[in-house]
Antibody, heavy 125, light 106 residues
Framework: QVLLEQSGADLKKPGASVKVSCTAS????????LAWVRQAPGLGLEWMGWISPYSGDTKSAEKFQGRVTMTTDTSTSTVYMELKSLKSDDTAVYYC??????????????????WGQGTMVTVSS | DIQLTQSPSSLSASVGDRVTITCRASQMISGYINWYQQKSGKAPKLLIS???TLQSGVPSRFRGSGSGTDFTLTISNLQPEDFATYYC?????????FGGGTKVEI
């Protein structure tokens, strides 16, 4: 079955960077983009962006432009999300997600039907 | 960005009730709305895509409707396992957004 396995929890100081990994299995890795969604404690869901493992193309939410970098390693079927200049309100669970459509960019109306287990990132001095 | 406003933000209900959750978009998004269920400490689960398409394995008591700017998730005959938080999400725009969530409590 399709699985997205994420790296473990991380604790960072304000101003630092964090890099979260997501390893995919159960399907052809380069066929689908992979996206990132985060959720601060007790709050809602926030889309951060996506990356195409096939082309390396990325699209990020305007809020994170310049601060988030998404990369891919096709040899290990892994995508990475690096967030820089961390602040306390970046404390959140970060999810790796796969969309329902295999186009790049994802066609309008796409949803996320596969989710990783989430990675808790805590930003605290 | 397209804003999605969910209402109510929370509601109390009993087993067997019918509940309705509304999601209003700040502009027309055709039928490009998806609904998720999230239980405490778990990743969200996709329930409905494209406004009304039930995902495989999702009970038929869940129903989605609407188009344009106004969308509804209806849960009939509420079951104990349905107590959770529900989110709408639009991908009409390349800047994808989620609603603020509706917590369904006993």
């Amino acid at each position: 079955q399709v699985l997205l396995e994420q790296s473990g929890a991380d604790l960072k100081k304000p101003g630092a960077s964090v890099k979260v990994s997501c390893t995919a299995s159960g399907y052809r890795f380069t066929r689908y983009v992979l996206a990132w969604v985060r959720q601060a404690p007790g709050l809602g869901l926030e889309w951060m962006g996506w990356i195409s493992p096939y082309s390396g193309d990325t699209k990020s939410a305007e809020k994170f432009q310049g601060r988030v970098t998404m990369t891919t390693d096709t040899s290990t079927s892994t995508v990475y999300m690096e967030l820089k200049s961390l602040k306390s309100d970046d404390t959140a669970v970060y999810y790796c997600v796969r969309p329902t459509t295999d186009t790049t960019p994802p066609s309008p109306g796409y949803a996320f039907d596969t989710w990783g287990q989430g990675t808790m990132v805590t930003v605290s001095s | 960005d397209i804003q999605l406003t969910q209402s109510p933000s929370s509601l109390s209900a009993s087993v067997g009730d019918r509940v309705t959750i509304t999601c209003r978009a700040s502009q027309m998004i055709s039928g490009y709305i998806n609904w998720y269920q999230q239980k405490s400490g778990k990743a969200p689960k996709l329930l409905i895509s494209a406004a009304f398409t039930l995902q495989s394995g999702v009970p038929s008591r869940f129903r989605g409707s609407g188009s344009g700017t106004d969308f509804t998730l209806t849960i009939s005959n509420l079951q104990p396992e349905d107590f959770a938080t529900y989110y709408c999400q639009q991908s009409y725009s390349s800047q994808l957004t989620f609603g603020g969530g509706t917590k369904v409590e006993i």
